[in-house]
């Protein structure tokens, strides 16, 4: 058997509190498409920054060649012929196709670029990708599929050995991941390995010759395509213990509060659903499906195009979060940091936010006593660890950050609460209270939207749960038909499937 | 932990107070190194002057934490002057004259703030853009002459004082008071200081940012107008080149007040400071018999200095926050 091109020895990665990555070894050989698989949190990204030296091992080797690569780095692991491509794409959108390739590694000509052969070696790479774009256009101006090839060009250019792709058919079309499919066979049969990581099965099946998965940080088994399918593998994913850690439930499910038909933003296609009093509504779905849009649509926090949109069976229009507000529809969204935090302002005036309207005096003046005292009961009674109210929200944890969020809402007593990935990166303790927190919330009648990329949180803490895949609904599952296989295979449902 | 976050409030607030020595240092300068520096007349004047500057300094201590800038309110003086003191010059009304004013001022606001949020142009850019309009308006309504003939009484405003304090450096304290409360006090306030901060937040909270870039624009407008208005009175004239370069001045007080280029951060309590620093300097130098083109020399330079005073400091507050 020929020599594996590249291999990694005994890997693991330690952060502090958890292995991301533990006693990994796992070799690839040139010629040969390799999936990677496994959950979010399952050690992929890890692995991958392992490898192009973003980060370095606590212990363990990566060998390329059947050399150790010594203090490896992306530069480093660039010059010897590895390459990631990203899901978020590293080109210079305001410079031509051309100059993207061969960016600052221009050839000159009387100290200028020569933007002849320039032009004419960036054709022959594209020829070579059986790529047809005009090398002067400006990068800004192609799809992001022809931008993700653009990036395959530039790599290619580079003399690659080993190229990664990670999700790269995440935001790609029909026509577009054909095309893909087609260039990532003629690179295999360049002999180039390829390490291919994905979430939907299809492509894996059509594309790869193994499959290698990964699971909380463990290396599970790798194995050829032929040998395995879909169920075997997706069993092999979430085959976990499903701790007990979630508190027993029992829903009471009240008035439809909420009813959305049919609508369609930019990203959405055409989405239906029912939320009640009482019940915990979880989306599952891969990144992208669309339920942070579909929350976001009905928050009004991006424009509807078509549909309606109805609150307590009365029809609604929500055009801005202040319209949603109003009508007692709350959003905890996805992204802390940049959409649910003031970072340089205290605690209190992020709780306080978008209560202290309701607190003012004729003039408009804020009632501070009033103010320190409801901000001290939140912080209070969703055990907010900080030296005092009037720490910046920069210097506490995520946990804690999340909390502050969380109290901004309570305050408001919204009658619809969406939560949008509300645990992630926050410590197992932090998570245990937001989940008791979510469930009195529905005991108190009220309903709840969880969207979570976690299945074993999404199916511990939800009622129901709708699947979304590319824009849609793609299923919906009663408390007793939820189970992971039934939820992945609807989360990664194709298009033409559905229509 | 705590301990870290403890002195870590304390060394910021040290570097804070960097801007209060140096006015210190300058006032104990100018004092021994001239003989008319620290007399009451002078010091009414030193009032007088930055009456102005710091009137608007309250709404451009709104814009800047918003995250943006305002490169025409010195135009904007200047179109307001020219148009007051026409309109006083032929007779009209002078109370119907200062509606008039703060009309022309508000108007000029809404345009700002139109360009801003719906058609998408960079603050800087729509000022800049208004700056070079609004005094090439202001040439064209006074006919680039000064215009005389302002009623007598109007002198009071930028002129008269009560005792020995003059009575626009009396207004300039009750906008300030007025600044205060709306920033540190009132959901406004918050609102200004969370746009800054963190637009997507702000509108994610339910506020319709639009609406507040409004209103803060129409309240520069409206501070301008203020601002003109002593300022006409204080000179007895409209000057068409009135408000020219005011608007560096003003940029400049409230940067070395400590608010932020990028917005979100910064106390009026500083920038009030920082518009007395200005004033002082202008003044001291005067004093000096420093020529003008020396004068804009320093100012320059101070300008540039405050920001990389300010850029220091939040990056060793962004050093300590990592460790």
């Known amino acids: 058997m020929e020599q594996n091109i590249l291999e990694l020895r005994h890997i693991t990665k330690l952060y502090p509190g958890v292995a991301a990555l533990d006693d990994v070894s796992l070799g690839f050989s040139r010629g040969e498409v390799h999936a990677i698989v496994g959950e979010n949190g399952a050690g992929k990204s890890t692995f991958i920054k392992v490898i192009t030296g973003a980060i370095q091992p606590t212990k363990g080797e990566v060998v390329f060649e059947g050399k150790k690569i010594e203090d490896n780095s992306p530069q480093k692991s660039m010059a010897l012929g590895i390459t990631a491509i990203y899901q978020e794409l590293n080109l210079l959108k305001h410079l031509s196709v051309a100059e993207n390739i061969y960016y600052n590694r221009y050839k000159k000509k009387r100290g200028l670029i020569d933007f002849a052969a320039l032009e004419r070696d960036a054709s022959e790479v594209l020829d070579r990708l059986g790529v047809r774009i005009d090398p002067k256009m400006l990068v800004k101006d192609l799809t992001v599929g022809y931008q993700q090839l653009v990036e395959i060009a530039k790599s290619l250019s580079q003399n690659v050995k080993v190229m990664i792709m990670d999700e790269p058919s995440a935001a790609l079309t029909n026509n577009e991941l054909e095309y893909l499919f087609e260039i990532v066979k003629t690179l295999k049969k360049e002999g180039m390995a390829i390490l291919y990581i994905s979430h939907r099965m299809e492509e894996i099946f059509e594309l790869c010759d193994k499959v290698s998965v990964f699971r909380d940080g463990h290396y599970i088994r790798t194995m050829n395509i032929e040998d395995t399918t879909q169920e075997e593998l997706i069993r092999l994913m979430v085959n976990r213990e499903l701790n007990d850690t979630f508190p027993a439930f029992v829903p009471q499910r009240g008035e439809k509060i909420l009813e959305v038909k049919n609508i369609a933003t930019e990203l959405l296609r055409g989405v239906s659903f029912e939320a009640y009093r009482g019940e915990r509504l979880g989306f599952a779905g891969l990144v992208g499906a669309g339920r942070t849009e579909t929350a976001r649509a009905v928050y009004g926090a991006d424009r509807i195009l078509q549909g309606e949109i109805y609150i307590r069976g009365e029809k609604t229009k929500i055009q801005s979060p202040e319209d949603a507000i109003k009508h007692g529809i709350a959003l905890i969204p996805e992204d802390r940091k940049q959409q649910g935090l003031f970072l340089n302002m205290s605690v209190k005036d992020n709780i306080s936010f978008v209560y202290a309207s309701k607190i003012t005096n004729g003039l408009g003046i804020i009632n501070r006593k009033k103010e320190e005292e409801i901000c001290g009961e939140q912080i209070e009674k969703l055990t907010v660890k900080t030296p005092s109210m009037h720490q910046f929200v920069k210097n506490l944890s995520g946990g804690n950050q999340q909390k502050v969020i969380l109290g901004k809402w309570l305050l408001m007593n919204c009658d619809i609460i969406i939560f949008d990935e509300p645990t992630r990166g926050i410590d197992v303790g932090a998570k245990q209270e937001i989940y008791e927190l979510i469930d009195e919330l529905a005991r108190q009648g009220k309903a709840v939207i969880l969207i979570s990329s976690e299945l074993p949180e999404l199916m511990g803490m939800s009622d129901r749960i709708i699947v979304m895949a590319e824009g849609r609904i793609s299923g919906e599952l009663e408390k007793s038909e939820i189970n992971q296989e039934k939820i992945l295979e609807l989360a990664s449902k194709a298009q033409e499937v559905l229509a | ?323």
Do not use: H
């Open chain 2, 1 to 323: 932990m705590k301990e870290k976050i403890d002195t870590k409030v304390k060394k910021i607030e040290w570097s804070n107070m960097g801007i209060i020595i140096a006015l210190i240092v300058m006032v104990l300068f100018f004092s021994f190194s001239t003989a008319t520096f620290l007399t009451p007349n002078n010091l009414a004047n030193i009032a007088r002057q930055i009456s102005i500057v710091g009137i608007c300094a309250l709404g451009m201590t709104c814009v800047i934490l918003t995250g943006g800038i305002d490169l025409s309110i010195g135009s904007l003086i200047g179109v307001v002057v020219v148009t007051c003191a026409l309109l006083m010059n032929k007779g009209v009304n002078p109370f119907l004259v200062v509606l008039v004013g703060f009309l022309i001022g508000a108007v000029i606001g809404i345009i700002n703030a139109t360009c801003i949020t719906y058609l998408k142009i960079p603050p800087i850019i729509t000022t800049l853009g208004m700056m070079i309009s609004l005094r090439g308006a202001t040439y064209l309504i006074s006919g680039g002459m000064p215009i005389y003939g302002i009623p007598e009484g109007f002198k009071i405003l930028g002129q008269g004082s009560i005792g020995i304090i003059p009575i626009s450096m009396i207004i300039m304290v009750i906008v300030f008071i007025f600044g205060y409360i709306m920033l540190n006090k009132t959901v406004f306030g918050r609102r200004i200081y969370g746009i800054g901060g963190n637009e997507e937040t702000t509108r994610l909270s339910g506020v319709n940012v639009k609406k507040e870039i409004y209103k803060i624009y129409i309240m520069v407008g409206l501070l301008g107008t203020l601002a003109s208005l002593i300022l006409m009175s204080r000179v007895n004239s409209g000057q068409p080149s009135a408000g020219d370069g005011y608007e560096m001045d003003i940029i400049t007080a409230v940067v070395l007040g400590g608010v932020s280029v990028s917005g979100g951060e910064g106390r009026l309590s500083k920038v009030i400071v920082g518009v007395v620093f200005m004033g002082v300097l202008a003044n001291g130098m005067m004093m000096l018999n420093i020529n003008e083109y020396w004068q804009r020399v320093v100012k320059g330079i101070v300008l540039i200095v405050a920001v990389a005073v300010d850029i220091r400091s939040r990056e060793k507050k962004a050093k300590l926050k990592t460790a």
